[in-house]
């Protein structure tokens, strides 16, 4: 068996990846599939509090309302979308001049693998006018 070029042809080199290599990309894949399992409901959550913040702001319904008027929309709202990270400390409802800023500011804390957590903060604010 010599090829055209007169030669001996060598023992031929394997092309694509071996079980190893395809193992090795499973894990990873695994790995990261898990990981935004844990981590995308955080940021999910966040973005229905960040919402909830800026709805509260713009309901006409509560235009020249008062500070405990907007606490309670604030926290009717948290209940309806079952957001129970957002603990009674970390929702601020307050008067800043003719307008109510309401800050929503929390620190969210998860299992990632084992016995590591991850630790996210958030901050929402948003001013109800007059």
């Not at 955080?42 to 008062?66: F, K, P, Q």
């Amino acid at each position: 068996m010599f090829s055209t070029s007169g030669t001996v042809p060598g023992p031929r080199r394997q092309a694509g990846a071996g079980l190893i290599g395809w193992f090795l990309v499973l894990v990873v894949a695994a790995f990261v599939a898990v990981m935004a399992l844990r981590i995308v409901p955080v940021y999910m959550e966040s973005m229905t509090v960040g919402s909830i913040v800026d709805n509260v702001a713009s309901d006409a319904a509560l235009r020249g309302a008062g500070v405990n008027d907007v606490r309670r929309a604030v926290s009717r709202r948290m209940q309806v979308n079952s957001v129970d990270s957002v603990v009674r400390d970390g929702l601020s409802v307050e008067r800043a001049g003719e307008s109510i800023r309401v800050v929503v500011e929390y620190e969210r804390r998860f299992p990632l693998v084992w016995n590591l957590d991850g630790v996210a903060s958030f901050r929402n604010e948003a001013m109800v006018e007059p």
